[in-house]
């Protein structure tokens, strides 16, 4: 299982493009999402393992859509910040409705809805199983291994997502995609065999708030860390995809990485885990339907291009009512 493990790092491109503001970055959502079918059961697993690729290869669709599909951002995050004390011990125990009721449908969206999203595609992704709809159960499955693995981002729980409050701007890149490209090889992320989660609401909120509680030290330890470079030794230029960047130094870095204490790894691995425990929860749910002979997706190449296209659209149309605003 290990060496497996180190192949698909290897296999991943250290060079894949990244957005500013994606989570866990377009290098390591991949790897999350594959690693996850190798804890299904044989049951599952031959399905799963014939489809890898669609998984790995269609991980970060959701960070393409966030910004130009209306109501696609607020699942990737919640900022538990901007709510009190309080009621943050009341927010895990309500469903959607009930939330609704108290919150409003508006208020919820502007402050992020990851934890609901994730109970929301579990039961879609039940009733795909239940269907034997190949595309439907592949299309969810990854969608939501991406939602999972959202949760679990200590930086997608907070509205200070960036460090731009506490001017510690590129913060969000430097946790989620420079530290696992330069260590995740390194990483131990055997997790064992996928287990039924008799309750998908509470470990929903049992991620965001376990990474939650590891924000202090994502954002303490680098203004600590910052007191002792100088902006020279902090930074460096790097050549990615043919083009000069600015990043985090390999000394920084470093530095950084040891002081979190395996903190990456340790959220990267909880992502691993709750993803393969609710694909088998939803496919335990749903009968536990063989799903083995269903064979691998036929992409239709045409039909992948036209929703690329309106996704570009709206992004053209969004980048435009800003421009005239």
Known sequence: MKSRIAIFFLAISLSAFQLSKSSWGFYTHPIINRLAVYSLPPEMFGFFKTNIDYITENAVNPDQRRYAVIGEAERHFIDLDDYQDSVIVTLPHLTWKSAVERFTEDSLMAHGIVPWQIQRMKFQLTDAFAKKDVKLILRIATDLGHYIADSNVPLHTTSNYNGQKTNQYGLHAFWESRLPELYSQNYD???????????????????????????????????????????????????????????????FSAEYHKMLDNQVERRMKASVKMIADIWYTAWVDAGQPEINQLGKLQVDPNEEKEIMKAWLQRLLNVRKEADDS
Do not use: Q
């Open 189 to 251: 992320m055997f997790i064992g065999k996928a287990e039924y989660e008799p309750n998908v609401m509470k470990r929903s909120w049992k991620g965001v708030l376990d990474a939650h509680a590891a924000l202090d030290s994502v954002l303490v330890f680098e203004k600590k860390l910052t007191e002792k470079f100088s902006e020279d030794k902090k930074y460096t230029v790097e050549e990615r995809n043919n083009i000069t960047v600015k990043a985090y130094s390999r000394e």
